[in-house]
């Protein structure tokens, strides 16, 4: 385990002696004796039902050895003291993302030194998104996202939409190598993740311990730290000088100077909005965009043309309802929470229920776990009907749109550079079908 004297270093290699940073190094102190392993707290493997649960300890063992080591006379006290140390994520709540600590049986864990708040962390936007963008990947009760999590994602989606495709590929990259892990420790790697992110971003209405008042940052000698990215997906914003030199002092700007900056803006704005009009008016594929529908289904389905088109030819043969039940689970899986019940009811009537307009076919086996499944309904309620349908698809429609005449013919107008008109969804898409095709 990493010692005291390595917390705090700044980029130039001296130690912090923010206020901050003394307080980290305190209860880092009082972490390390709670590990110790003959005097510290008993870390154990618990067995529950059908599962166990590993290196876990109780609130009230905290309490205890607080009192019992550090000389504390009062359980309240033990009580707080605990609870700070846990509100800056030095061990947490398994079961909860509210960082509190209390004096029962609930189950803790100790953080990883790696995600201690002494390594200064400041974890961008972008390292949120490709949690939450990897957590939607896992199939997991455990790791199915919270109402205010599905929220963010959402949010943060819209924000980085031009660079949506990248985070992707970085979440689907890291629940790649998460997957190779072994089941325990992936278990326990999956909390403590969780944990630092309840930290640095807390349920709404929990205090946030990493936030920096601006009046202390100002009366620092250094008031601007180096940002760290959690996932490396960006570099630092400021100079990689070893030392920060003041900022010379320049002179306000002239009136006329403020214009020619005005001006030089409002032409880079005029410009790409230029660029963008004639982006959203393009809505023809190229060459290498259609060839690669033949790869695979995923490379069709992950095309919202793609996916338009092989919707329509499934149209065409009066057979869209499968392609349709798939793409409204998936929708399914990045609603809220609290939207998610009636969503279950509404694809269920439209798709499964006896006399369903869209009816599709599925085996008992499926058929009969989805009827269980709707009676306690969730983002995965359809997940075994959805796989069955997958694979059908798969194995029957797709091949039939590779060798299609339409697909066929748009593939060698591509090639001889002719236009072909990429035609919308089906008048009969409904408006969930429609916006899925496009978070997809």
Known sequence: MAQGNNYGQSSNGVADESPNMLVYRKMEDVIARMQDEKNG?????????????????????????????????????????????????YFFPISDHVLTLKDDGTFYRFQTPYFWPSNCWEPENTDYAVYLCKRTMQNKARLELADYEAESLARLQRAFARKWEFIFMQAEAQAKVDKKRDKIERKILDSQERAFWDVHRPVPGCVNTTEVDIKKSSRMRNPHKTRKSVYGLQNDIR???????????????????????????????????????????????????????????????????????????????????????????????????????????????????????????????????????????????????????????????????????????????????????????????????RASTNLL
């Not at 039902?49 to 000389?71: A, E, R």
């Open 239 to 433: 100079s990689h000088s070893p030392t920060h030199m003041p900022v010379p002092e320049t002179k306000p700007p002239t009136e006329d100077e403020l214009q020619q900056e005005i001006k030089h803006w409002q032409m880079q704005l005029d410009r790409h909005r230029l660029k963008m009009s004639k982006v959203a008016e393009s809505k023809e594929p190229g060459q290498q965009r259609v060839k690669r529908w033949g790869f695979g289904m995923d490379e069709a389905l992950k095309d919202p043309v793609g996916r338009e088109q092989f919707l329509k030819f499934l149209e065409s043969e009066f057979s869209s309802e499968n392609l349709r039940f798939w793409l409204a689970v998936e929708d399914l899986k990045k609603r809220p929470i609290r939207e998610v019940p009636a969503r279950v009811q509404e694809i269920w009537q439209e798709f499964l229920a006896p006399g369903a307009p869209s009816a599709i076919n599925l085996d008992s086996k499926s058929y009969d776990k989805t009827t269980q499944n709707v009676k306690d309904p969730g983002r995965y309620t359809f997940e075994d009907a959805q796989e069955h349908i997958y694979k059908l698809m798969k194995s029957d429609s797709y091949p039939r749109f590779i060798r299609s005449s339409a697909y066929q013919e748009l593939l060698q107008a591509k090639k001889k550079g002719r236009n072909i008109p990429i035609f919308p969804c089906h008048k009969n898409c409904t408006p969930t079908l």
């Open 41 to 89: 707290i008993p870390i154990r493997t618990v067995k529950s039902f059908l599962s166990k649960i590993p290196s876990v300890f109780s609130g009230s063992d905290i309490v205890q050895w607080l009192t019992k080591n550090l000389s504390i006379e009062d359980p309240v006290e033990a009580l707080h003291l605990g609870t700070l140390m846990a509100a800056h994520g």
